[in-house]
């Protein structure tokens, strides 16, 4: 009679499928999460900026602020003050590369319209696909798009395919 259980052998066929279907899985998910957080620091760059503005706005006076490889910051001048939680945000992750083009001081006067303005560039390091931000003055009108590196340009992002990184 044979007791409940598994033999050695079941038990070495279970774990072969484990370790091929763990190798397949693996490198997309690694794919997957540089991705989230290329994109998760391109949105924490747009809330920054959203944040500012809506503060500069209800405060009804101008603010600066500067923009690092690790997000929004305190303005490298000090000839207005930083603006509205300028100091709690942050865009950086691990591996996340934050690339302005400019560098001074982002400056939004009382009515919400911005200054100074500029293409940010955010890739990550397992990722050949750039994403930029490009934000266009007086307005401080915003657009996201693919950083296309032949033309040194933010372009418009034509395919929402997540699968092409």
Known sequence: MQKGGFSLVELLVAAVILSLLTGLVLPNSQSWLARQRRDGALQGLLHGLELARAGAVAKGEACAMALTASGWAEPLSRDLPPCSGV???????????????????????????????????????????????????????????????????????????????
Not at 94 to 99: E, F
Not at 149 to 164: G, P, S
């Open 87 to 165: 100091r709690d945000l942050t865009a950086s992750a691990p591996d996340v590369l934050i690339t302005p083009n400019n560098s001074h001081d982002l400056v939004i006067g009382p009515t919400g319209l911005v200054n100074g303005a500029g293409t940010v560039v955010v890739g990550h390091n397992h990722l050949e696909q750039q994403r930029c931000l490009v934000i266009a003055p007086p307005l401080g009108t915003v657009r996201v798009g693919i950083y296309d590196k032949d033309r040194e340009k933010c372009v418009k992002d034509k395919d929402k395919d997540e699968n092409k990184n």
